[in-house]
């Protein structure tokens, strides 16, 4: 079997990182949450006062310190997901609260942080044999990657599983309000002028609304399978 890139986009919460996180245990690839980039730059200009009330970014500024911004995912125990670290700290569980969901999408609209970001997720697949996942993986970072997915489930139903990922953190959290995050960040998601989530011409598209995890991880599985092994999905 040949290593490929893999590249699984979607909506918020359409369950993407939980798939790619087990299809990349099960292949030995690494996994790289690129959402998890854009968290922590929003992260970064929260506490720099980046950001006006009305949820307005101050580009100029951000865009001048982006070079100071460094992002690592360090692995604290063997077999552990890796942790988001900003300039050295680890902010993985501050980076998943509403308040940086709710930054989160106009800090990754400024096409100064895409360029940023962008080159750093390139820089991860090298050598291949790597799973990342975002909103413009299979159109932007990687377009020749040899395996696209399209992830899809309705606003409601992605609500209702980060309502119940974030309870179980024991994090409080209005099902409403989650809603509304969903929704919005789908809406900047969608129409920001520079890579917009879309599905790329040659994504295969599931829309896991009434599919189980398991099922979610074998239709996964099965697809790798067969782009691991076919030769004509060697492009390079
Ligand atoms: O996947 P997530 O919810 O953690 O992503 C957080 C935000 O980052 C999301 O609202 C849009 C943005 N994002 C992006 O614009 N491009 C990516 N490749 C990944 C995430």
Redesign the pocket.
Known sequence: MKQIIVAIDGY??SG??TMAKHLARAAGYAYV????M??AVTLYAMRHGMIADDGTPDSNTLAQALPEIEITFQVRQAGEASRTCLNGEDVEDEIRSLAV?NH??PI?ALPEV?HRITALLRGFGHNKGIVM?????GTT?FPDAEMKVFVDASPEIRARRRHEELTAKGKQADYGDVLKNILE?DN??KNRKD?P?QQAADAVVLCNDDMSIEEQHKWLMNLFKLRSTDDSAHRD
Do not use: M, T
Request: aromatic residues 4%; glycine residues 8%.
């Open positions: 918020s919460s993407k990182s949450d690129s959402g998890a854009y968290r969901s989160v999408s990754a895409r996942d975002g909103r413009d993986i970072v960040r900047i998601d890579s989530l």
